[in-house]
Protein backbone atom coordinates (compact mmCIF):
# COMPACT_ATOMS: atom_id res chain seq x y z
CA UNK A 1 0.00 0.00 0.00
CA UNK A 2 2.70 2.01 0.82
CA UNK A 3 4.40 1.38 -2.22
CA UNK A 4 1.16 2.87 -4.47
CA UNK A 5 0.74 6.14 -2.54
CA UNK A 6 4.31 6.82 -3.18
CA UNK A 7 3.77 6.18 -6.68
CA UNK A 8 0.62 9.03 -6.45
CA UNK A 9 2.52 11.76 -4.81
CA UNK A 10 5.22 11.09 -7.26
CA UNK A 11 2.93 11.50 -10.04
CA UNK A 12 1.06 14.23 -8.31
CA UNK A 13 4.23 16.13 -7.37
CA UNK A 14 5.37 16.22 -11.02
CA UNK A 15 2.03 17.85 -12.32
CA UNK A 16 2.02 20.02 -9.44
CA UNK A 17 5.74 21.21 -10.05
CA UNK A 18 5.70 22.65 -13.70
CA UNK A 19 7.65 19.81 -15.42
CA UNK A 20 4.80 18.69 -17.31
CA UNK A 21 3.39 21.88 -18.71
CA UNK A 22 6.98 22.66 -19.80
CA UNK A 23 7.12 18.96 -21.57
CA UNK A 24 4.22 19.44 -23.18
CA UNK A 25 5.18 23.01 -24.30
CA UNK A 26 8.11 21.44 -25.92
CA UNK A 27 6.42 19.13 -27.71
CA UNK A 28 4.30 21.56 -28.83
CA UNK A 29 6.98 23.13 -30.14
CA UNK A 30 8.24 20.23 -32.24
CA UNK A 31 4.77 19.55 -34.26
CA UNK A 32 6.13 22.33 -37.03
CA UNK A 33 9.35 20.05 -37.46
CA UNK A 34 7.49 16.22 -37.36
CA UNK A 35 4.48 17.43 -39.50
CA UNK A 36 6.56 17.32 -42.66
CA UNK A 37 8.29 13.93 -41.44
CA UNK A 38 4.58 12.52 -41.03
CA UNK A 39 3.37 13.63 -44.29
CA UNK A 40 6.56 12.49 -46.01
CA UNK A 41 6.57 9.00 -44.33
CA UNK A 42 2.96 8.55 -45.20
CA UNK A 43 3.39 9.39 -48.86
CA UNK A 44 6.31 6.72 -48.79
CA UNK A 45 3.99 4.22 -47.21
CA UNK A 46 0.71 4.34 -48.06
CA UNK A 47 -0.28 0.69 -47.70
CA UNK A 48 2.19 -0.22 -44.81
CA UNK A 49 3.46 -2.80 -47.06
CA UNK A 50 7.43 -4.29 -46.50
CA UNK A 51 8.65 -2.73 -49.16
CA UNK A 52 7.68 0.85 -48.65
CA UNK A 53 8.49 0.18 -45.18
CA UNK A 54 12.04 -0.98 -46.26
CA UNK A 55 12.16 1.98 -48.48
CA UNK A 56 11.69 4.48 -46.16
CA UNK A 57 14.33 3.01 -43.21
CA UNK A 58 16.74 3.39 -46.12
CA UNK A 59 15.20 6.64 -47.38
CA UNK A 60 16.02 8.12 -43.51
CA UNK A 61 19.24 6.05 -43.04
CA UNK A 62 17.76 4.66 -40.58
CA UNK A 63 19.27 1.00 -40.31
CA UNK A 64 17.95 -2.40 -38.58
CA UNK A 65 14.56 -2.29 -41.03
CA UNK A 66 14.33 -6.15 -41.14
CA UNK A 67 13.90 -5.87 -37.18
CA UNK A 68 10.77 -3.62 -37.54
CA UNK A 69 9.46 -5.65 -40.78
CA UNK A 70 9.70 -8.64 -38.14
CA UNK A 71 6.76 -7.15 -36.60
CA UNK A 72 3.24 -8.03 -36.69
CA UNK A 73 1.05 -6.37 -39.28
CA UNK A 74 -0.95 -5.28 -36.24
CA UNK A 75 2.08 -3.10 -35.20
CA UNK A 76 3.12 -1.55 -38.80
CA UNK A 77 1.90 2.13 -36.95
CA UNK A 78 4.07 1.62 -34.02
CA UNK A 79 6.84 0.77 -36.56
CA UNK A 80 6.21 4.19 -38.60
CA UNK A 81 5.64 6.29 -35.54
CA UNK A 82 9.51 4.60 -34.40
CA UNK A 83 10.75 5.59 -37.58
CA UNK A 84 9.08 8.89 -37.36
CA UNK A 85 10.70 9.37 -33.78
CA UNK A 86 14.17 8.65 -35.16
CA UNK A 87 14.39 11.22 -37.60
CA UNK A 88 12.80 14.12 -35.60
CA UNK A 89 15.88 12.59 -32.94
CA UNK A 90 18.44 13.52 -35.59
CA UNK A 91 16.73 17.04 -36.05
CA UNK A 92 16.19 18.11 -32.12
CA UNK A 93 19.38 15.75 -29.99
CA UNK A 94 18.89 15.16 -26.68
CA UNK A 95 15.47 16.00 -26.25
CA UNK A 96 13.47 12.41 -24.70
CA UNK A 97 11.74 9.86 -26.77
CA UNK A 98 8.43 10.48 -24.88
CA UNK A 99 8.62 14.19 -25.55
CA UNK A 100 9.14 13.51 -29.54
CA UNK A 101 6.31 10.91 -29.59
CA UNK A 102 3.73 13.68 -27.75
CA UNK A 103 5.09 15.54 -30.90
CA UNK A 104 3.49 13.29 -33.11
CA UNK A 105 0.49 12.28 -31.13
CA UNK A 106 -0.22 16.29 -31.09
CA UNK A 107 -0.59 16.26 -34.99
Known sequence: MNYLKNVIQKIVSFFASGKAEAALNLAAGLVPKALPIVQEIAALVPN???QEIAAAF???AIPAAAQYLAAPQGHRGYVLLDLAT?????EVPGVATNILNTAFSSQ
Do not use: G, P
Open 86 to 90: QVLAT
Open 58 to 60: EKF
Open 48 to 50: RTD
